[in-house]
């Protein structure tokens, strides 16, 4: 023994919702039809029957029956004009055959009203159907041109990009050669030259300020080549929790560091190259230190998706500004005061080159979080 199913409240008010109005109309009609005397007066002086004016309502009431019907078709196509017209020759027959009052007009017109209550409701059905279908067929093609639309902007602006970015790598690449040898030049000599003046001598003090200066100019162009040469390295099966843990050891014992932690799955295999995704965690891992401040707190948490392996690099600082999020991974964009961008728009070049993503997390609010994404690799 089954229990009965309860009904749906949700579907009966969607059923009044389309069809209260026309059940409204019919039931009016019909009441109409009930409730309108229909004989006439006998005056026995002159042998003569008169027949009162609304008499002849009934004749308007028969066509008032296809206001509803058409209605109902527009409300549910050919199930709802069908309907409607079958509810009122169902309403109408007793009336017609005198069970019910009685309707004054001849047998071949009631029975020929009534076959056209079943026509009307089917035929405008039919046609509502195809005009519905032809609308959600339009909708479709406008909706596909939009699509479209967007993903050739889309397309024109990643263009524009690329156009962009080689030319910026070209132009860093030529640079970082031209300034590279001189640099190299001025770095020995000042090396030569600080051996000549004792640690405490005022111009040995000049000589090391050259030499960190040169050292760090030389960084800035390593960095230029960097991007300017990314290239995506070979793909391989890897793991990307224990990269996120040698990233900790790593900055475990730099100065001024925050704590930094590794969080979620023990082991996640994934596909990419080992040592650019080393680089690119250990560069977002500097940025979110920078970020936290030496009190802060910085952790690396790996989770796997349904189609990619997740490590986010989350921070306790102040999170990344409208500015930051819009020129994300954007060259020569940097909120540090001597930063030049390039560190986190080569990531975002071997990530991409990669066939993964690199993200800000904009729905955390508790500090900054940036999300990378590789194709995760099969475990069987």
């Known amino acids: 023994m089954t229990d009965e199913q309860p009904e749906n409240p949700d579907t009966n008010r969607n059923f009044l919702h389309r069809y209260g109005l026309v059940l409204a109309m019919i039931a009016v009609i019909s009441a109409l039809h009930y409730l309108t005397p229909h004989g006439g007066v006998h005056d026995h002086t002159n042998h003569t029957t008169t027949v009162p004016w609304y008499a002849n309502l009934h004749g308007i009431y028969r066509r008032l029956y296809y206001f509803p019907i058409i209605l109902a078709a ?76 967007a993903d050739k902007t889309d397309m024109e602006a990643e263009l524009v990009r690329t156009a962009r970015l080689a030319a910026v790598g070209r132009l860093s690449a030529g640079l970082a050669h031209e300034i590279r040898n001189p640099l190299a030049s001025i770095q020995g000599s000042a090396e030569v030259l600080s051996d000549d003046f004792p640690p405490d001598h005022p111009k040995g003090g000049l000589f090391r300020i050259m030499l960190n200066e040169t050292g760090r100019l030389n960084q800035v162009l390593t960095r230029f080549l960097t991007y300017a040469r990314s290239q995506p390295g070979e793909r391989e099966e890897f793991d990307l929790t224990a990269e996120a843990q040698a990233v900790q050891q790593l900055l475990a014992h730099q100065p001024d560091t925050p704590a930094l932690a590794v969080e979620g799955i023990t082991h996640l295999p994934a596909i990419g190259n080992r040592e650019q995704i080393r680089q690119v965690l250990l560069n977002l891992a500097i940025n979110a230190a920078a970020a936290a401040g030496p009190t802060g707190q910085v952790t690396l948490v790996t989770e796997r998706t349904d189609d990619e392996a997740v490590c ?28 030049t961008g390039l560190g986190l728009a080569t990531s975002l070049r071997i990530v991409e080159d990669l066939g993964g993503t690199l993200r800000i997390d904009t729905d955390y609010t508790l500090g900054g979080s940036v999300v990378l994404g590789l194709p995760v690799a099969n475990q069987t």
């Open 74 to 149: 527009f409300r549910g196509q050919l199930t709802g004009g069908a309907g409607a017209a079958l509810l009122v020759v169902a309403l109408y027959v007793p009336h017609a055959t005198g069970l019910i009052g009685h309707d004054p007009g001849t047998a071949v017109e009631k029975y020929l009203e009534m076959a056209l209550y079943l026509g009307v409701g089917i035929v405008t059905g039919i046609l509502v159907g195809r005009i519905d279908l032809a609308r959600s067929r339009l909708q479709q093609t406008a909706e596909d041109l939009r699509r479209a639309l």
């Open 312 to 339: 986010r690099v989350i921070d306790s600082g102040p999170g990344f500004s409208a500015a930051a999020i819009e020129h994300f991974g954007t060259p020569f964009f940097s909120t540090k005061h001597e930063g």
